[in-house]
């Protein structure tokens, strides 16, 4: 069973590698799109703090990994699940509900974010620590 997951997965933190564990145990390989730097510009109006090349680069080394592509855009989501053959997307919870229409296509799940971290928040406490960045 092949799982596909999607991420910007900047600033790489431990409620990363818990989704991206729990995703794979779903099935017997993992399959993540990473969303490229020009996506997360188009989304947040903002670059990622790490390179789409690093952040990809991050998240291949990991042992429950196993391939990792660009997510070039939002809208691509049904044609990379096709195109990767994924039997199950899975998402953490921030997206609950936003990815029902793929239940054509395979099985959705979402799991519960873990609590008390976010690379927004770790972008705040080394600003505040450092006022001058
Ligand atoms: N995540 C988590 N717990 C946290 C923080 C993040 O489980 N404390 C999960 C998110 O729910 C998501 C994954 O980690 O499933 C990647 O999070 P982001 O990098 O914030 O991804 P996002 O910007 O939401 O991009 O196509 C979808 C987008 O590319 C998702």
Redesign the pocket.
């Known amino acids: 069973m092949r799982v596909i ?6 600033v790489f ?4 590698v ?3 564990e729990r995703a794979r145990s779903f099935g017997t390989e993992l399959y993540v ?3 490229s730097d020009q ?2 510009y188009s ?2 109006g903002r670059y990622p703090v790490y390179s789409e090349e690093d952040r990809m680069r991050i998240i291949s080394a990991l042992a429950c990994v196993d391939f990792v592509f660009s ?1 070039e855009s ?1 809208e691509l ?1 049904a044609e990379y699940i096709k195109h990767y053959n994924a039997d199950i997307l ?6 609950q509900g936003k990815f029902d229409e793929f239940k054509d296509i395979c099985d959705v799940k979402y ?9 927004t928040e770790i972008i705040e406490v080394v600003r505040h620590k450092n006022p001058t960045k």
Do not use: A, C, Q, Y
Not at 5 to 10: A, S, V, Y
Not at 90 to 95: E, I
């Open positions: 997951t999607f991420g910007t997965f900047d933190h431990v409620g990363h818990n989704i991206l799109g990473v969303s996506l997360n989304k947040k997510e939002l989501k899975v998402m953490g919870d921030d997206w799991l519960p974010r873990t609590p008390s971290i976010s690379t």
